[in-house]
């Protein structure tokens, strides 16, 4: 693509994917047609199926989408990880390759950051009730009490920590030290948002859960969370609740509320096809150069 035709193209999205040889084709698919979609970065966790295949074939027609494969299974977290470090755009979604979410939704989920309301957008699966299969109590209640636990300790008033659908600015997700395993990203995440005084806005999303005899991945035993090989693992997500709760009690009051409404130009213009100014680019330029400093988020 030319810089005049990737004007207006500041969506990066992010798939993680394990053995998804069934449904990665028609997610891929359907989040290509996304508008402002400057890449896709597909992650294989070793898989050992053809998952791999499926994206290449997906790769040879169109250039927007591009893989990255691991020898052995490494876990969601590990997956997330290396796919943000290779994003390019101004906005940046975790999305999954199972259908439980459904890209077309996508649009909304990011709306609040193009319009500069938000830096990060949670889309809640609670907090308007849509399209949502009903499947597992348990996996519910854990999500209820794990997103209870992660409030009372961040002070936030979220309805859904454990969404898979996750919008940040490119520069805040960037710059996370990810320290977590597994599934651990959804509570590490929200843990360290909270400590950056940035402005974090929910919209509803539709929900497609899966059964495990259809594929479903995350076991109750993890809360919803991740998948523990030894009990101890279980003790990490707790940690990782608790490590944002001591910045959070000596700002008490502070900066988060003037953070609200605070519109980004940068991230504006970046998805406006008018975007031509000088000082954008001058921004994109500095933000590149920064991509390998230290975090400020840890």
């Not at 294989?44 to 990255?68: C, M, N």
């Not at 309301?117 to 399209?131: I, K, M, N, T, Y």
């Amino acid at each position: 693509m030319t810089e005049k035709s990737e004007r207006g193209l500041c969506l990066s999205v992010v798939i993680p994917v394990y053995n998804e040889e069934a449904t990665l084709a028609a997610v891929l698919n359907k989040v290509l047609a996304v508008p402002h979609l400057l890449e896709i970065i597909v992650v294989d966790d070793g898989s050992t199926d053809q998952t791999a295949k499926v994206a290449g074939a997906i790769i040879a027609r169109d250039s927007r989408v591009r893989l990255e494969r691991f020898d052995r299974n490494l876990g969601k977290t590990a997956a997330l990880r290396v796919g943000f470090a290779l994003t390019r755009g101004e906005i940046v979604i975790v999305q999954d390759a199972d259908l439980e979410y459904d890209p077309a939704e996508i649009q909304g989920v990011i709306q609040p950051i193009i319009d500069g309301h938000a830096d990060v957008v949670f889309g809640s699966r609670f907090l308007v009730r849509r399209a949502a299969r009903v499947l597992y109590f348990y996996h519910y209640l854990a999500n209820k009490l794990l997103t209870f636990l992660s409030n009372t300790l961040t002070n936030l008033n979220m309805t859904d920590i454990e969404t898979g659908y996750k919008a940040f600015r490119g520069e805040i997700i960037r710059n996370m030290i990810i320290v977590s395993s597994g599934f651990g990203f959804e509570v590490e995440a929200t843990a360290k948002v909270a400590k950056l005084n940035v402005a974090i806005y929910e919209v509803p999303i539709s929900y497609y859960g899966r059964t495990y005899s259809e594929g479903k991945k995350i076991a109750f035993l993890d809360g919803n969370c991740r998948r523990i090989p030894n009990g101890n693992d279980g003790i990490q997500l707790v940690s990782l609740i608790l490590s944002a709760a001591p910045q959070h009690l000596a700002t008490k009051g502070s900066s988060r509320e003037s953070s609200r409404g605070r519109v980004h130009p940068c991230v504006a213009r970046a998805c406006d096809p008018h975007a031509t100014d000088p000082a954008h680019r001058r921004w994109r330029a500095v933000r590149d150069s920064q991509s390998s400093h230290p975090v400020r988020a840890q």
